[in-house]
Every structure is written in C-alpha cells, then in structure tokens.
C-alpha cells in the first residue's frame, strides 16, 4: 500500500518555528509531526510513503533518510516546480500512486490525531464508492471543509471549503484513502482537492465520510498547536501511559525526553513536554507548553501556554506567558517579562514585553 503525504505550503501560521524547519519537521511532543504520520501508515502495512513537497526539498530529504531507517519504511518525494495545490501533487505522483493499483492513503501534514486508518481501509471496502475521508466534530467549522453526509452509510452530500455561513460540524480531517480511478480525474496542475475534486466526486454519489470519535487537531497554528498537544498526551495517558513522566515534581500528562535534565524544585506540568537536551535549572514552573530539542530554563523563571524553539534560553526569574512563541535561538535575559509575543529566530530580549507582539 502507498500512501501521499501533502506537505508544501509555507507554514506561516506557525512562523517563527516554521522559518527554522518545514512544517511537518517541526516537533510535536518530541518528534517531528510527519513522524507520528509515517509511524502510523507503517502500523497499516503501507511499504511507501510519497512527500509531496514545494518548499525546502533540501532540509526534508536528509530528514527524510532518518526516518526511513528508523521506522524501516521506503519514503520517496515528489517534487513541485509550482506549488500545484492539494490535488495536483497527487497526479504529479501518478506513476507512484498506481503501481500497485489498490487504493491509497492521502494526508494533510499538519493534522495529529488517532489516526484510524485501519477503521478507514474497511470503511472503504464496505461502501464500494471511489474515496473516502476521515471527518470529525468541531465548534468552530468555518476554518475547515465542511462536509454534508448521509447519517445512515455515510455517503457525502456536498462538500464545502471554509463556508461562509453554517452549513454543520463535521470537518474535512485531512486523512483519505482513495481508488487510483481519482487520478484520472486530476492533471498535474494548480488544482483544490477540497474545491473541485471532492464537490465533483460528492456529485456522483461516490465520496463516503467516517466519523472520528477520536481526538483531532490541526496543530498548523501556535494555539491549536498547544490544543492539540494537550489532547495527545491525553491520549498517551490512555493507551501507553508508561511513557509519560512521574515523580514528586510533576502535574498531570508530562512528557520528559530522556536526556533532559532536571533541577532540583521544579513544578513541571500539566500539559508539557520537555525536549532531547533541554536543561531545566532548579525551582523552575512549567505548564502548558512545549520547550523544543536544546532548550535551558534559568532559576526560578517560569514558562506558560508557550512554545519554546530549539536552542532558546529563558533567563534567571523570567516569566513568558500566554501563547508566545520563540523561535530558534532566542535568548531572554534574566528577569523579562514576556506576555504573548512571537520572537523570530536568533535575538537576543532585553527588555519587557507586556502586551503581544512581534518582536523581529
Ligand atoms: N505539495 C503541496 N503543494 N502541498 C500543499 C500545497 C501545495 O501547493 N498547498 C497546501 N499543501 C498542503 C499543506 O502543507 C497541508 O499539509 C495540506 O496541504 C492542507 O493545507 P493547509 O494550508 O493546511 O489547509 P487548511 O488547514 O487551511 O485546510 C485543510 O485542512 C483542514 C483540516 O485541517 C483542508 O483540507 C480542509 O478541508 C480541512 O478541513
Ligand atoms: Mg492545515
């Protein structure tokens, strides 16, 4: 079985991180998201894994070769020389995509979730209709594609990209497993998988949606990004709850990776996790936030609803709070105050930021 991950687009909802690494290589609880990705098409006997890539092509395929040796599974990229959308990458992979002639799995690269895909491969079998995709509740459905579907067997009425009005609550989960007959529908071009492909298949009565029950985020942006973390070790707390972290210093789900070290009289959760090689000093607070591989919290600062990039240090007595993101190599003096600010990579902050902003 194949499968075809869609990871161009530039990431700029998650910039500062993403002017650092490519989306899908930017960790999510210590390990890049396009690993979760690969490690659950592994689990389902898929034997190649297709990057549709328009940016960065360099950066992911030495990561690319890391991964293949790590989960034993043969990962190839399909290169753009325009970014052709979400469809069109799937006819430039074409040759790939039909070797086998058996369907195939297509994915967003920003979405972390339980990935059934077991559920979604007989889900396919049982209806015989050409496509399937994965849908899932949300309050908040204009962001999304939303998908209108028959209760009973799941068969898709229509599918709307980002409605403007409400339509209903099920979303596009970004996870779908489709017949090699949808590639003679798509041509190597700028083309809108969600805007034409799926409106045209839905018209002939062949797209079936499956409802996830399970928990979904799309982390392509900091908030959601920290949403989605919370849900997940939510979720390991449930299935491998030995992963998590315990001890005297800790609050809830925390996820510590093994090289970190920690000081003496810290209070470390709940919702965080800690990178490779962070160094987190004595009677340091952390919770709801993620500190990137490198990471050094000073003394006594205290970290919040943030995300830390690779490298950062948060000085002695600091305080950064409520959604800010550092990039890569940021440096906060001893004692700064950082209420809800975006640092762009490699600066150094000196002074206090009480309100949000970006600081470049
Ligand atoms: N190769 C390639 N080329 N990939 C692309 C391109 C491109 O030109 N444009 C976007 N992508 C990739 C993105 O990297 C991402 O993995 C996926 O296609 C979807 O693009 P996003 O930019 O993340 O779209 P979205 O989040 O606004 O909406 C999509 O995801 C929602 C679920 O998270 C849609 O599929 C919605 O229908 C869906 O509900
Ligand atoms: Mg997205």
Redesign the pocket.
């Given at each position: 079985m194949k499968a075809l991950?869609?990871?161009?687009?530039f990431?700029t909802r998650l910039r500062p991180l993403t002017l650092s690494k490519p989306?899908p290589l930017v960790d999510f609880a210590n390990k890049p998201i396009i690993l979760h990705q690969i490690e659950a098409l592994k689990a389902v006997g898929v034997s190649e894994v297709i990057l549709?890539?328009?940016y960065q092509p360099q950066v992911m395929r030495s990561a690319l070769e890391e991964f293949e040796v790590k989960v034993g599974i043969k990962v190839t990229c399909s290169q753009?020389m325009e970014?052709?959308?979400?469809a069109?990458?799937l006819a430039l992979a074409r040759e790939k995509l039909i070797e086998f002639g058996e369907p195939f799995f297509v994915l967003?690269?920003?979405?972390i979730c339980e990935y059934p895909l077991k559920e979604m491969i007989e889900f396919h079998k049982a209806h015989r209709g050409e496509a399937s995709i994965l849908v899932t509740k949300v309050d908040e459905p204009s962001?999304?594609?939303v998908v209108v579907l028959d209760e009973e067997n799941g068969r898709v009425n229509s599918f709307i990209?980002?409605p403007v009005t409400f339509v209903g609550n099920k979303?596009?989960?970004?996870i779908y497993f489709l017949n090699t007959s949808v590639l003679d529908r798509i041509q190597p071009i700028?083309t809108s998988?969600?805007r034409e492909l799926f409106p045209a298949i839905a018209n002939e009565g062949k797209l079936f949606a499956m409802v996830s029950t399970g928990f979904w985020m799309?982390i392509?942006q900091p908030k959601d990004y920290l949403k989605g973390l919370r849900l997940y070790l939510d979720h390991l707390k449930r299935v491998s709850p030995e992963i998590l972290s315990v001890g005297p210093y800790i609050i809830g789900n925390v996820l510590i990776a093994d090289s970190a070290k920690i000081g003496e009289g810290c209070i470390i959760g709940p919702d965080v996790t800690v990178g490779p090689d962070c160094i987190i000093e004595s009677g340091v607070r952390l919770s709801f936030c993620t500190l990137m591989k490198g990471v050094r919290v000073k003394s006594s600062a205290h970290v919040s609803g943030s995300i830390i990039g690779w490298h950062s240090t948060v000085g002695q007595s600091a305080q950064v709070s409520n959604m800010a993101v550092l990039g890569e190599d940021v440096h906060v003096s001893d004692t700064m105050f950082l209420n809800g600010v975006v640092v762009l990579p490699h600066k150094e902050i000196k002074s206090h930021f009480v309100k949000p902003e970006i600081i470049m």
């Amino acid at each position: 079985m194949k499968a075809l991950i869609l990871v161009g687009g530039f990431g700029t909802r998650l910039r500062p991180l993403t002017l650092s690494k490519p989306k899908p290589l930017v960790d999510f609880a210590n390990k890049p998201i396009i690993l979760h990705q690969i490690e659950a098409l592994k689990a389902v006997g898929v034997s190649e894994v297709i990057l549709a890539i328009s940016y960065q092509p360099q950066v992911m395929r030495s990561a690319l070769e890391e991964f293949e040796v790590k989960v034993g599974i043969k990962v190839t990229c399909s290169q753009e020389m325009e970014p052709l959308g979400t469809a069109g990458p799937l006819a430039l992979a074409r040759e790939k995509l039909i070797e086998f002639g058996e369907p195939f799995f297509v994915l967003n690269s920003d979405i972390i979730c339980e990935y059934p895909l077991k559920e979604m491969i007989e889900f396919h079998k049982a209806h015989r209709g050409e496509a399937s995709i994965l849908v899932t509740k949300v309050d908040e459905p204009s962001k999304y594609g939303v998908v209108v579907l028959d209760e009973e067997n799941g068969r898709v009425n229509s599918f709307i990209e980002k409605p403007v009005t409400f339509v209903g609550n099920k979303i596009n989960a970004g996870i779908y497993f489709l017949n090699t007959s949808v590639l003679d529908r798509i041509q190597p071009i700028p083309t809108s998988i969600e805007r034409e492909l799926f409106p045209a298949i839905a018209n002939e009565g062949k797209l079936f949606a499956m409802v996830s029950t399970g928990f979904w985020m799309d982390i392509g942006q900091p908030k959601d990004y920290l949403k989605g973390l919370r849900l997940y070790l939510d979720h390991l707390k449930r299935v491998s709850p030995e992963i998590l972290s315990v001890g005297p210093y800790i609050i809830g789900n925390v996820l510590i990776a093994d090289s970190a070290k920690i000081g003496e009289g810290c209070i470390i959760g709940p919702d965080v996790t800690v990178g490779p090689d962070c160094i987190i000093e004595s009677g340091v607070r952390l919770s709801f936030c993620t500190l990137m591989k490198g990471v050094r919290v000073k003394s006594s600062a205290h970290v919040s609803g943030s995300i830390i990039g690779w490298h950062s240090t948060v000085g002695q007595s600091a305080q950064v709070s409520n959604m800010a993101v550092l990039g890569e190599d940021v440096h906060v003096s001893d004692t700064m105050f950082l209420n809800g600010v975006v640092v762009l990579p490699h600066k150094e902050i000196k002074s206090h930021f009480v309100k949000p902003e970006i600081i470049m």
